[in-house]
């Protein structure tokens, strides 16, 4: 089955202890991005990938790091957590950048106490 | 003023009627239009995407899309307690020669039995 996929799905953690949230998506994709999503505030863009090794800042950069070292995986590493990165992620995934269809992850609910 | 703009709502309709939903961009180059749903918790889902000028339909779904006035719609036919969600509006902007999506905040439909 065609999907991206997330881990961790709820995560509680306190402030500055550095963590990661998987993505990995099996579709053969070029393209992956993170997204933050807040009430009113819609879906951010956090930092995307267009191909292995090759990453950039979204529009909400601070205080996140990326890697893309396989093309499947597209980890997001918050290396000092504060509680204004309390937030859903998404993870997606698309063959080709903003004029193609994105693909979404389950969902991770951070919560940075 | 903002690249995506939708109105918050909620958006309620009664069962059986045609919901509207309305999105305005502010970059006229842009090519690529999407809606999407998000049930609450859940991650958004592709309903329609639209590349030209006019309507383009599948199922009880039409998608509008008028680039002279920066203007894309989706009416929601026969509407039904199952379509109640929030509809993501995206559209692909240029951004430092990049093609990105940038979504709107969402409008929230609530379809009433």
């Known amino acids: 089955e065609a999907q991206v996929t997330q881990n961790p799905r709820y995560l509680i953690t306190v402030t500055g202890k550095k963590l990661t949230v998987t993505c990995s998506q099996n579709m053969n994709h070029e393209y992956m991005s993170w997204y933050r999503q807040d009430p009113g505030l819609g879906l951010r863009q956090i930092y995307y990938?267009?191909?292995?090794?090759?990453?950039d800042k979204g529009d909400v950069p601070e205080g996140y790091k990326v890697s893309r070292k396989e093309k499947r995986n597209f980890p997001l590493i918050l290396e000092s957590p504060s509680p204004n990165q309390t937030s859903l992620y998404f993870c997606?995934?698309?063959?080709?950048?903003?004029?193609?269809?994105?693909?979404f992850g389950p969902g991770t609910r951070l919560l940075v106490l | 003023q903002k690249e995506v703009e939708q109105n918050s709502g909620p958006l309620s309709v009664p069962e059986g009627a045609i919901a509207s939903l309305n999105c305005t961009y502010s970059?006229?180059?842009?090519?690529?239009f999407f809606w999407y749903r998000q049930y609450s918790g859940k991650s958004p889902e592709l309903i329609m995407s639209?590349?030209?000028?006019g309507d383009k339909e599948d199922g009880r779904f039409t998608a509008q899309l008028n680039k002279a006035s920066q203007y894309v719609s989706l009416l929601i036919r026969d509407s039904q307690p199952s379509d109640s969600a929030t509809y993501l509006c995206a559209v692909n902007t240029n951004s430092g020669g990049y093609q990105k999506v940038t979504f709107g905040i969402g409008t929230k439909l609530q379809v009433i039995p």
């Open positions: 970059d006229r180059v842009s090519q690529s």
């Open positions: 990938s267009m191909n292995v090794e090759v990453t």
């Open positions: 997606a995934s698309s063959l080709g950048g903003g004029i193609e269809t994105q693909y």
């Open positions: 639209i590349y030209s000028n």
